[in-house]
């Protein structure tokens, strides 16, 4: 099974619950999961930005192999650049276009 989570929203409290459930879905002996992504954008870029509220899960959830993606559009109107984010993070064109990609190869789509 394959994975995507899908980080847009304003609230810190939301971007919190998805990375805790993508987390805990590492750590679930219950289910045999192939592949974790992460994809990011718009308010939801913040844990991927080095200092960001959050960047200390998604360089947790690196270490574990989860793929974590900032889309490139976001990166762009907010005068982010790769450098700004997390080591580790992939930089994808646009956040829409890598989850329809992702689900078009069978990851569940989660959006807490």
């Given at each position: 099974m394959q994975t995507v989570f899908h980080l847009i929203a304003d609230d810190p409290d939301q971007?919190?619950?998805?990375?805790?459930?993508?987390?805990?879905?590492?750590?679930?002996?219950?289910?045999?999961?192939?592949?974790?992504?992460?994809?990011?954008?718009?308010?939801?870029?913040?844990?991927?930005?080095?200092g960001g509220d959050g960047s200390n899960m998604v360089e947790e959830l690196l270490e574990t192999g989860v793929a974590v993606k900032a889309c490139g559009n976001t990166l762009e109107l907010k005068d982010l650049a790769e450098s700004d984010l997390v080591d580790g993070v992939e930089t994808v064109p646009s956040g829409g276009g890598e989850l329809t990609r992702l689900q078009d190869e069978g990851y569940a789509y989660i959006r807490p």
């Amino acid at each position: 099974m394959q994975t995507v989570f899908h980080l847009i929203a304003d609230d810190p409290d939301q971007r919190q619950t998805a990375l805790t459930i993508a987390k805990n879905l590492t750590e679930d002996d219950s289910v045999e999961v192939d592949d974790i992504a992460i994809v990011a954008q718009a308010e939801g870029i913040e844990p991927l930005t080095a200092g960001g509220d959050g960047s200390n899960m998604v360089e947790e959830l690196l270490e574990t192999g989860v793929a974590v993606k900032a889309c490139g559009n976001t990166l762009e109107l907010k005068d982010l650049a790769e450098s700004d984010l997390v080591d580790g993070v992939e930089t994808v064109p646009s956040g829409g276009g890598e989850l329809t990609r992702l689900q078009d190869e069978g990851y569940a789509y989660i959006r807490p």
